[in-house]
């Protein structure tokens, strides 16, 4: 039965997490400015500053230019150059991106395993396991565990890829319990708008927005929503979101859903069809937009549904920015534009107090997901469930 009071062991676990939240992020680095931004007194954080810089979690360093700056200046706190660090795992489809990030997000190694048309369940889950050994073997550091983000429907909790399509003969993956048993490492998996979410959160437009909607364009289309600087736990299927219910019919069972018009693939299929020119890549298709009116105006209305799509959504969850990823990160500045005003014109919420509307695009482009596997750890240690320190 799960207890209902709160030891002070737990207590102490959850203000470590806190400020280390606060260091790792790079929003305080003093003593001083965690107490104050944290509420805690400066004895507890002085206590927890301790404890992490005596595991080497933590390193502390004299501030830039200190040597000419009169009386005493507080030391600033960091992650340590010789700490733990984590390893990330993108599973898109057609290719395995790995990293090894330190504490604050800090890339120091990368792999990858293209991925071929006999890949089965089996042979995912070995290519898996093979490319994060690659990615232990590239650090002499403690390595905390491994997150994994992927495209298809996941169950966090378990950590089990439980559908995907278009994806091989692959269906379902358990990914939790295949890597931790072979690597003997705590392994987490999300869905990769989901990670991608917690990687603006920590790291990116999270700093400055509490409430934002990611949005992913890929071979489909997902979104992840953070409301009061946490990742809302919600299935976020906004390419499911018909935009025509007279429209050609969906896989979903549905018709006109958004993906079929403004997903990676529909987009380049149109480019093809409409203008004659095949591209393989969204960003390609992009560059060579701003040369052709025609690509243009197929880029333009994708763009339009999508933000008739996403301003339905903001109709139902109020937030005042959206950040374009995954493959939207290269859309043109005035066609993001263009879809604010679009959004911003048409958006109950408007009428409510508030900033305005933003949309900007994802703060780490193209490796926003694949860094989102390196936060879905960080999550973990940022929310008090997976302890930096040592055993026992
Ligand atoms: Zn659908």
Known sequence: MRKAGISLADVRGQNRALLLRLILTGQCVTRGELSAQSGLSSMTV???????LHHGILDERPPEGAARSPGRTPMELCANAQGPVIGGIFVARDCLYGVVSDLSLHVLARAERKLGPE???Q??????????????????????????????????????????????????????????????????????????????LYFGRG???PDFLYVGI????????????????????????????????????????????????????????ECGRTFVSLPEAVAAAGEDAAAYA?????????????????????????VLGHDAYCLPQELVKSMERYAAGVCVGRYLPGRPLRFVQATFGADTPLLGAVCTVLEQIFQGRLSVLPEG
């Open 218 to 273: 890929c071979s489909g289309i997902g979104a992840a929503l953070v409301k009061d600087r946490a990742l809302v736990d919600s299935c976020g299927e906004i390419g499911h979101m018909s935009i025509d219910f007279a429209g050609p019919r969906c896989a979903c069972g549905s018709r006109g859903c958004l993906e079929l018009y403004a997903s990676t693939p529909s987009i380049l299929r149109q480019l093809r069809e």
């Open 119 to 121: 890949e089965t369940e």
């Open 46 to 52: 002085t206590n927890i500053a301790a404890e992490l």
């Open 298 to 322: 197929v880029l333009y209305q994708a763009a339009r549904k999508l933000a008739v799509a996403i301003s339905s959504y903001l109709n139902l969850m109020h937030v005042h920015m959206v």
């Open 207 to 209: 700093r400055a927005e």
């Open 123 to 200: 042979t995912v889950l070995d290519a898996m396991e093979a490319l994060a050994r690659r990615l232990m073997e590239q650090t002499d550091r403690q390595m905390l565990g491994i997150g994994v983000s992927t495209a298809g429907v996941v169950d966090t909790a378990s950590g089990e890829l439980r559908f995907i399509t278009e994806f091989y003969s692959v269906r379902a993956l358990p990914i939790r319990a295949f890597l931790s048993e072979r690597l003997g490492l705590p392994v987490f998996v999300y869905n990769d708008m989901q990670a991608s979410g917690l990687a603006e």
